[in-house]
Nanobody, 115 residues
């Protein structure tokens, strides 16, 4: 299973980015699909989750600003990030999880929010 994130970059405060996570070697529909982030000197934080049944969950810090979605036909997970803040600066990781034995990570994509 291979996950490739893209879409990160440098953006000004208040701007938007759309991260994508393209999966190969499996089909994403059975998994819980997660986006995590890790800022320098901090632990990895769950930002958004999307279950196989379509339920979503967001960290309080991003509620109302971030939206997780997926396209099963394209085997891709998205994270739309709006109204970005400097504190959103981090390395963002895509994760697929199913049960106890199936847990896959991408390599991460850097998001930097700065003027």
């Amino acid at each position: 299973v291979h996950l490739v994130e893209s879409g990160g970059g440098l953006v000004q405060p208040g701007g938007s980015l759309r991260l994508s996570c393209a999966a190969s070697g499996t089909t994403i529909n059975i998994y819980t699909k997660n986006w995590y982030r890790q800022a320098p000197g901090k632990g990895r934080e769950l930002v958004a989750a999307l279950t196989s049944s379509g339920n979503t969950n967001y960290a309080d810090s991003v509620k109302g600003r971030f939206t997780i979605s997926r396209d099963n036909a394209k085997n891709t997970v998205w994270l739309q990030m709006d109204s970005l803040k400097p504190e959103d600066t981090a390395l963002y990781y895509c994760n697929l999880r199913w049960g106890l034995g199936f847990n896959y990570w991408g390599q991460g994509t850097q998001v930097t929010v700065s003027s």
